[in-house]
């Protein structure tokens, strides 16, 4: 199978048409059409139920786009990960991404840590909105990730847990809730005049809801201090709480863990030496 033929497959699966699979892809539909029924023929099995409105996947197309994605992902990482030590003189640097506003003094302190190691290299840390540091090291723009469950998926990661916390709602100081000495899930994401914010899926697009459409955390603390949203996150953000705020702890939130993750067929000396620095400085319970 080709690279080529999988690209190929996953525009038509994304656009669920042909037509326009072909006009995202800058080719003709007859042989894109012919390339996807050559691919069904090798594999021994539909890939697509056609219908005249569109076309919707099998189960073993389903199995197809998910493996699909993670083998071209795997591919451009590769390329992206030569390039980067082909133009670099030396010790290539680490590319480090963490979720912009998040986990900011445990970073700080990482990154003092490992710049003291003899081995150490440089670290180039990339921040980026919720939901797309996965993403970033499945693909290879980046080389180590600090990842938190149960929001992010570690799925395909060597991971090594840095601290596991409960979760605070961050709300206007001063707002009758504030007075509470805990909050359930439920009570803490049904204020009234305070709804928590939507973040943007990896395409962009906003889920649903009455809440703020944000992309980083210090939009959310100005909502927040104006009185105009509130928000649950892990403890550790009491640290970028100023005045106008307050913190109220959810009582049944689940615990979040936070986690240094990098691919498993990683070779770089320069991430195993900052995992092992992370390990050594972070002794936090495993979950």
Do not use: C
Request: no cysteine; hydrophobic share 45%; proline share 8%.
């Amino acid at each position: 199978m080709e690279t080529r033929e999988l690209r190929y497959f996953i525009a038509v699966a994304e656009e669920a048409h042909v037509g326009r699979a072909a006009e995202r892809l800058g080719m003709a539909q007859p042989p894109l059409s012919r390339a996807i029924a050559q691919l069904e023929r090798r594999i021994g099995a539909d890939l697509f139920v056609r219908a005249p409105r569109g076309m919707t996947l099998t189960l073993a197309g389903e199995t197809l786009l998910r493996e699909g994605r993670t083998a071209l992902a795997a591919v451009e990482a590769a390329e992206r990960r030569t390039r980067r030590t082909v133009a670099t003189p030396g010790p290539a640097p680490v590319v480090l991404t963490a979720k912009a506003g998040a986990s900011s003094e445990l970073m700080a302190k990482l990154l003092d840590a490992y710049a003291a190691e003899p081995d150490a290299v440089d670290v180039e840390v990339v921040l980026s909105p919720p939901g797309h540091q996965a993403l970033m090291l499945r693909d290879g723009r980046a080389d180590v990730a600090i990842l938190h469950r149960p929001f992010d998926d570690l799925s395909g990661f060597d991971v090594d847990v840095l601290n596991v916390e409960d979760q605070v709602l961050i709300l206007p100081a001063g707002h009758p809730a504030s007075r509470a000495t805990s909050l359930t899930v439920a009570e803490a994401t049904s204020i009234p005049g305070l709804p928590t914010p939507r973040w943007p899926r990896l395409d962009g697009t906003y889920p649903e809801g009455p809440g703020p459409e944000l992309r980083d955390l210090t939009q959310v603390l100005q909502l927040v201090r104006l009185g105009r949203a509130a928000i649950v996150m892990p403890e550790s953000a009491r640290v970028n709480v100023r005045d106008g705020l307050a913190v109220v702890p959810v009582s049944d939130a689940a615990q979040v863990t936070t986690v240094i993750a990098w691919p498993p067929q990683s070779v770089s000396s320069g991430v195993a030496s900052l995992v092992r620095t992370a390990s050594r400085l972070f002794d936090a319970p495993r979950a």
